[in-house]
């Protein structure tokens, strides 16, 4: 794996209990944005990890030829080597990292649980694909970045400045793929929304309440916007988790 160059990307693990929770960051974001969260699930006691994801947290040429089937294998991959050490593991994600969460528990009926914050479900529009094409086929293999969508001033997760065009096709196919299997998920859900997100509608939200079979507890954060676990509500976040983890873990 090429060496993180973001400040904060690197990943983050501990090895502190019985149980264990995935953490999963976002699209072209790394690491940094999901610390706070992953070293407060490892004070709570639990082992914990999270990894880079390829092409991430370095920069963006990186990422230009990765696509979901790269994040996918290495979240799996961190799944795995946390359910062999773990009595039960919790998949805990923010935005595409909430994407992966809802993958690997359709994939894995043992995940104990899942807290998502802001995460991508709802395939876009087939004008925005259009788009997209278009701009590939004008030559070109990036749009504008995504990233940053904070409101608490002088904070930033370090996401790249750019969007890859080829991994963001992918990551867009695979929410559709995501969202067509929500029923089978069982396990319990803490879903965390924010009021002014401006990178994903609430309507994604809305489908893992609608479809997802197991129980869905929301919440719904009045002052982040979409990186909400390093926003305003970072605290309230960190604190439902856990205890969150402590219900799933407990039962």
């Known amino acids: 794996m090429v060496s993180p160059i973001v400040e904060g990307a690197e990943p983050f693990s501990a090895?502190?209990?019985?149980d264990g929770v995935l953490v999963l960051h976002g699209f072209t974001g790394s690491p940094r944005s999901m610390r706070p969260l992953a070293e407060a699930f490892a004070d709570a006691g639990y082992c914990v990890e999270l990894p880079l994801l390829p092409g991430h947290g370095t920069s963006i040429e990186d990422m230009l030829d990765t696509t979901f089937a790269d994040w996918s294998r290495a979240a799996n991959e961190a799944f795995?080597?946390?359910?062999?050490?773990?009595?039960?593991?919790?998949?805990?994600?923010?935005?595409?990292?909430?994407?992966?969460?809802?993958?690997?528990?359709?994939?894995?009926?043992?995940?104990?649980?899942?807290?998502?914050?802001?995460?991508?479900?709802?395939?876009?529009?087939?004008?925005?694909?259009?788009?997209?094409?278009?701009i590939l086929d004008a030559g070109m293999d990036r749009i504008p970045g995504v990233g940053e969508d904070i409101a608490l001033e002088g904070v930033?997760?370090?996401?790249?400045?750019?969007?890859?065009?080829?991994?963001?096709?992918?990551?867009m196919d695979a929410a559709g793929e995501v969202a067509a299997a929500l029923g089978v998920i069982s396990c319990p859900v803490l879903l965390l929304s924010s009021r002014a997100d401006h990178v994903l509608p609430s309507s994604n939200g809305d489908?893992?309440?609608e479809h997802v079979s197991g129980?869905?507890?929301?919440?719904?954060?009045?002052?982040?916007?979409?990186?909400?676990?390093?926003?305003?509500?970072?605290?309230?976040?960190?604190q439902r988790a856990v205890e969150f983890a402590s219900k799933v873990f407990s039962s």
């Open 15 to 18: 090895s502190n209990g019985q």
């Open 80 to 134: 795995q080597s946390l359910a062999a050490r773990c009595n039960r593991v919790m998949v805990a994600g923010l935005s595409m990292g909430g994407t992966l969460s809802l993958w690997l528990a359709e994939r894995h009926p043992e995940v104990a649980g899942l807290v998502l914050v802001n995460p991508l479900v709802e395939q876009a529009a087939e004008s925005f694909y259009e788009m997209l094409h278009g």
């Open 156 to 171: 930033r997760e370090g996401a790249y400045e750019a969007t890859p065009v080829v991994p963001l096709l992918s990551l």
């Open 207 to 209: 489908l893992v309440v």
């Open 215 to 238: 129980p869905v507890e929301r919440v719904w954060l009045e002052r982040s916007y979409h990186v909400a676990t390093l926003d305003h509500d970072q605290a309230e976040i960190e």
